[in-house]
Every structure is written in structure tokens, then in C-alpha cells.
């Protein structure tokens, strides 16, 4: 079992920037593919970002490239999304979830373990 907690959303102005943190309980941290999603008010759920257990391997939204960056502590069992120029369209709620297969993917339901979520709100 994984328990999963995010933190670090908020209200930040556009072009501002925030970094959502999300730490995990159990000793395996470091096996386990980690992602992050989002969902909107009224929409599906949306694929971010995810990195492999050494961070060698990562996968971007081709919506959030050049401006996301998502990166990983194995020490502090953390998975981190730097998120920089922020939109309005990236107001959100984040979620993290954690994959014990090994392969970076960027399927919802290929995550075994997911976190309660934090509100990202970007104001124009």
C-alpha cells in the first residue's frame, strides 16, 4: 500500500509559477513510476506528467512542454512538478499516482495508487 499526499497548490497569477510536491509513505518509493494529473471544473481527467523510478525516463503533455518539469527524490521518497508560465487553462485540481509497473505512461488507469488531490488556480 501507498499513501500518497500532495501539497504546494494555490492561487498564483498568469506567468507565475508554483511547485507541487507529493510525498509518498511505504519503502518502495523508489520502484515505483510516478505521475501527475489534472482535472478541470467540469472536465475529465488529464495526463500531465510522469517519471520513471530513477528519473532517467519522463513523459510530457505535449500542453505543459516547455513550461512543466517534472522531477524526482528518492532520498525523501518525492515526486516534484515545477510548473512555470502558468495559464488559466492550467486551473486545476493536480493529482499525483504512483505505478509499480516500471514503463512511463500516461493512462490514468495504468496508476495503482493516487493522492487526494491539490487546487492549482490560475487568475488572468
Known amino acids: 500500500q501507498v499513501l500518497l499526499v500532495e501539497s504546494g497548490g494555490g492561487l498564483v497569477q498568469a506567468g507565475g509559477s508554483l511547485r507541487l510536491s507529493c510525498v509518498a509513505s511505504g519503502r518502495t518509493f523508489s520502484s515505483y513510476t510516478m505521475g501527475w494529473f489534472r482535472q478541470a471544473p467540469g472536465e475529465g481527467g488529464e495526463f500531465v506528467a510522469a517519471i520513471n523510478w530513477s528519473g532517467g525516463s519522463t513523459h510530457l503533455a505535449d500542453s505543459v512542454k516547455g513550461r512543466f518539469a517534472i522531477s524526482r527524490d528518492n532520498a525523501k521518497s518525492t515526486v516534484y512538478l515545477q510548473m512555470n508560465n502558468l495559464k488559466p487553462e492550467d486551473t486545476a485540481v493536480y493529482y499525483c499516482?504512483?505505478?509499480?509497473?516500471?514503463?512511463?505512461?500516461?493512462?490514468?488507469?495504468?496508476?495503482?495508487?493516487w493522492g487526494q488531490g491539490t487546487q492549482v488556480t490560475v487568475s488572468s
Open positions: 499516482a504512483a505505478r509499480s509497473s516500471g514503463y512511463v505512461v500516461a493512462t490514468a488507469g495504468d496508476y495503482d495508487y
